[in-house]
């Protein structure tokens, strides 16, 4: 399967305006996603990093691929095994709408910064690059495009989402509307999470653990396992 076929869960995103990277010297400016895939976007994850490894040998080569339980903070939300892969670009990537139209950074910022929030589905395409630094070897990844797949639940990441959700308990529902639109539920961070037909978005639980022995190269490793991903 080819990586886009995967859906995937945004986490952390800014894809409508480029920001700048505190991790990296200088600061340069970034645009970026932090994606989720489910277990069985591995091999191609691994394919990806294959092919630009040294002769395609993995071996003592960092990836950016982990599961969510082994990662410096786990996402809340996300289940353990999913992996998680932080890509990113100093050129405004591909972001496409769910009807195939290209949304424009400097146009279309305000739809690409509503449609695009944590827990969205979504299906990404990313290249990967190997680098070598402190007498270390890595794989990363650049963001070469995004494409919005769909309703999701939004997730309770960023302070925005933690300041929402602690005024949550507060909510009126009779009060009168004051966005300007029809609230269905999606413009309310306080009302139902369902999408436009009422349904609430799919759940994650059933995808939460893989099969012990499974077929996913990022599963932590077992004693005597040479699998470079645990």
């Known amino acids: 399967m080819a990586l886009q076929d995967h859906l995937a869960i945004l986490t952390h995103s800014s894809l409508a305006e480029a920001t700048p990277n505190k991790k990296k010297i200088g600061n340069p400016l970034q645009f970026y996603a932090k994606v ?13 990093v294959k092919s ?10 960092q990836m950016g691929v982990k599961p969510n339980a082994k990662t410096e903070s786990p996402i809340p939300g996300i289940p353990d095994d999913w992996l998680v892969v932080r890509a990113s670009t100093q050129f405004a990537p591909a972001v496409i709408a769910r009807n195939g139209d290209r949304l424009d950074q400097e146009t279309h910022k305000a739809a690409i910064k509503a449609a695009f929030y944590p827990g969205r589905r979504v299906r990404v395409i990313l290249s990967a690059f190997a680098w070598t630094y402190d007498k270390k070897n ?13 309703d999701g639940e939004r997730m309770n990441i960023g ?5 929402t959700n602690a005024f949550a308990q ?4 009779s009060a009168p509307d004051q966005t300007g639109k029809a ?11 369902g ?18 022995g499974g077929d996913n190269p990022f599963q932590q490793a077992g004693a005597g396992s ?5």
Do not use: H, K
């Not at 507060?170 to 529902?173: H, K, S, T, V």
């Not at 609230?183 to 999470?193: A, I, K, L, M």
């Not at 999408?195 to 012990?212: E, K, Q, V």
């Not at 040479?226 to 645990?230: H, K, L």
């Open 138 to 150: 890595g794989v990363s990844f650049n963001l070469t495009g995004v494409m919005d797949a769909g």
């Open 183 to 193: 609230s269905n539920g999606q413009d309310n961070p306080f009302g139902n999470t």
């Open 52 to 61: 630009v490894a040294p002769g395609g040998n993995i071996t003592g080569i």
């Open 226 to 230: 040479a699998n470079p991903f645990g």
């Open 36 to 48: 989720a895939f489910p277990p069985e976007a591995g091999n191609d994850l691994l394919e990806l």
């Open 195 to 212: 999408n436009a037909a009422g349904n609430s978005a799919p759940s994650l639980t059933a995808a939460s653990s893989a099969p012990a």
């Open 159 to 163: 302070t925005e989402a933690v300041v």
């Open 170 to 173: 507060y909510a009126d529902a």
